[in-house]
């Protein structure tokens, strides 16, 4: 056991980087419950984005293309579980559950060429400057730009909330469909427009997971990533700014188990790697034993929109 | 101009209601011709060799056994999943409480190796029943005590569970003669704890027996029983539901503890049976299946037992069709899961009528 091999300056960087294919994935479907719509198929279109992203990296030669087709796989699948709850009107826990099953299998069977094969390497950018700073340089400044990315989406999607007038028809067609029907707003339109974007944002995620993180093509490389944004989106109270805490907190627990397994702690792996799940569930307790009665949930959650007239 | 218009019904359809499942068996049946196509096998071949070689072709009298040997597990933890979904209580982590079944059971018969007391197979029953039970008390209790989502924590309790398999395979129930390989002792050649066939060539065990029985109680809870009553009440309107007096928290932790108990149950019978031994490959995705079932089934007793059934084909088709047409295994999960995509689409037929209007002029 030799706990001084850690570097705290490493473990940041890494943390930075592990936070990354959460954050993506968890801002997309902050997007998508605020338009009101709960799809649980975000680890099926995170893993398909990840094999998508992948064939079209190792195809083209470029990890840029493939992060565009990553986005698309992901958008495309998240579309049909838009056709299905919004104008099918089937049941959005049971659909985004058929979503997760279908992506896995869809994954596994694109990516059966792939197991083994080297992808192009994701260039890191160091940021001119700001990177040679000490200490702050190597953790903030020295990422790839999927790093930079994921955090701008972040403040993008922040700004579009708060500031954009769309952000707030958004918020109005996921607190009360009803009224923001009765108002003229489109809602089946917005939500499939949210559900697409959620789709794009979890196929970026997974493209993460298989063309940096680990990077190549393996089946289940998603490992629950999927469900983990999920658990931080609700963490976050749906808010933005307590997303990026919850993606670090998270990204933190997973660089430190890595770290711990390297160095011989003597703790069992098994315990090191069920870690991570274990701090989301106790996060979600510690959430929703402190929030008492009153929740911040959007109204319309979950809940099926159809126009009688 | 001609536009569809969705009317909703005032009662669900009870035509529709059945119909829809076989409706949706055979737009995948259609879709996934289509896909065997686009991976170069004949299509009419490959739904053939799933749907019926393994119940009259040339290895039937191997692959029908295997029938109910994967329908066993499928039909039991759809069973108890069935209540929750019926009362809006969404359990999804039955692959874990199965994990949770059958290291409770497998630890209780490596405890008492070599004894032949008749003991042995009762006390690993109840051992899988409470290692599943406690496995789903965990999300049942911090839903109750604290309203944390307990779709989340049964999940993330899925890959925790996987953990514990991992580590009681490579260590603490690790077979002491197995020189040094991960994995238990194998408790099918152990006979006070074996669950062996109970008719020979028919794939019959203990298992299928207690899925049986499931089915039968979970029917006569769900129409004769005042529990399955507030289930069924608490799914449909949760408001009416409150105003009957339903104590909400009773109904999820006996919503979630039955089907916790129903899927340890299932792993206890898969280990000392069909698997044999505790390894870490051992558990194989049935409690995700068992979710497909539930649906397919309509949450209804009969219907997870013949929905149970068809899935179990669609594994055993599924093997088949890789050894004689080399269909990649991929192709069957994604098969299985246009199943449920097509139930849940057909399933708008159920609940709303579909008009043809002219369009009105505004």
Request: with cysteine; net charge positive.
């Amino acid at each position: 056991m030799d706990l001084s091999a850690i570097s705290p300056t490493l473990l940041l960087a890494a943390l930075m980087v592990a936070a990354t294919p959460i954050m993506l994935a968890a801002i997309g479907e902050l997007v998508v419950e605020r338009a009101g719509v709960l799809n649980l198929g975000v680890e099926g279109m995170m893993i398909t984005g990840a094999i998508c992203g992948f064939i079209v990296a190792v195809n083209t030669g470029s990890a840029t293309l493939g992060f565009v087709g990553a986005a698309v796989g992901g958008a495309v699948l998240s579309l049909l579980f838009g056709v299905l709850t919004q104008y099918l009107l089937s049941n959005q826990v049971a659909t985004g559950l058929a979503l997760t099953l279908f992506g896995i299998g869809l994954a596994s069977l694109l990516g059966q060429g792939y197991v083994g094969v080297r992808a192009p390497s994701v260039p890191k950018i160091d940021i001119p400057v700001l990177s040679d700073i000490p200490v702050l340089g190597p953790i903030l400044f020295q990422h790839d730009p999927v790093v930079y990315l994921g955090l701008a989406l972040v403040v993008a999607v922040w700004l579009f909330l708060r500031r954009a007038r769309a952000g707030l028809v958004l918020r109005a067609v996921g607190e009360n469909h009803e009224a923001a029907h009765a108002l003229g707003y489109k809602v089946i339109r917005i939500r499939l427009m949210a559900i697409a974007f959620g789709g794009a944002c979890a196929g970026l995620g997974g493209a993460y997971l298989s063309l940096v993180r680990v990077p190549q093509w393996t089946e289940g490389v998603t490992a629950g990533a999927g469900w983990i944004a999920l658990a931080i989106v609700v963490f976050a109270s749906w808010r933005p700014g307590r997303l990026l805490v919850g993606a670090y907190l998270f990204g933190g627990i997973t660089v430190l188990q890595l770290n711990l397994q390297a160095a011989r702690v003597q703790i069992p792996v098994e315990v090191l790697s069920m870690s991570p799940y274990i701090v989301t569930i106790v996060a979600l307790v510690a959430l929703s034993a402190r929030k008492g009665r009153g929740s911040s949930a959007p109204g319309s959650l979950g809940q099926s929109f159809h126009a009688s007239r | 101009m001609q536009v569809i218009r969705l009317e909703k019904r005032p009662q669900p359809s009870q035509v529709w209601t059945w119909a829809t499942p076989l409706l949706a068996v055979l737009a995948t049946m259609i879709a996934g011709g289509i896909l065997f196509a686009i991976l170069g096998k004949d299509p009419f071949e490959a739904i053939r060799t799933i749907f019926w070689d393994p119940l009259f072709g040339e290895f039937s009298s191997y692959s029908r056994p295997q029938l109910l040997v994967k329908a066993g597990p499928l039909i039991l933890i759809a069973v108890g999943l069935s209540l929750g979904f019926r009362a809006g209580i969404w359990n999804i982590g039955a692959e874990g409480q199965y994990i949770m079944g059958a290291i409770c059971a497998a630890a209780v018969a490596l405890a008492a190796y070599p004894s032949e007391s008749v003991l042995i197979f009762p006390a690993m029953i109840v051992a899988g029943a409470l290692g599943g039970l406690f496995w789903a008390m965990i999300p049942a209790f911090l839903r109750v005590r604290f309203g944390t989502n307990e779709i989340l924590v049964s999940l993330m309790l899925v890959y925790v569970a996987e953990n514990i398999l991992a580590y009681m395979a490579l260590g603490p129930l690790r077979n002491p003669e197995g020189m040094g390989f991960p994995g238990s002792r194998n408790l099918s050649q152990y006979p006070a704890a074996a669950n062996l066939e109970l008719l020979p060539g028919t794939g019959m065990h203990w298992g299928v027996v207690a899925a049986l029985v499931a089915v039968i109680f979970g029917y006569i809870l769900l129409s004769r029983h005042i529990l399955g009553f507030q289930i069924r009440l608490a799914g449909q309107s949760p408001r009416a539901a409150a105003f009957s007096g339903v104590n909400p928290a009773r109904l999820i932790l006996i919503c979630l503890g039955a089907a916790g108990a129903l899927a340890g149950l299932a792993g206890m019978f898969e280990v000392a049976g069909p698997a044999g031994r505790i390894s870490i490959d051992f558990n194989v995705g049935y409690g995700f299946t068992a979710i497909i079932v539930a649906f397919l089934g309509r949450l209804h007793p009969a219907g997870i037992l013949l929905a149970g059934l068809l899935m179990a084909l669609t594994y055993i088709g599924g093997e088949l069709a890789q050894l004689t047409l080399g269909l990649p295994t991929a192709a069957i999960q994604l098969f299985q899961g246009m199943l449920l995509f097509f139930l849940l689409a057909v399933d708008v037929l159920t609940n709303y009528r579909i008009r043809f209007a002219r369009r009105e002029a505004a």
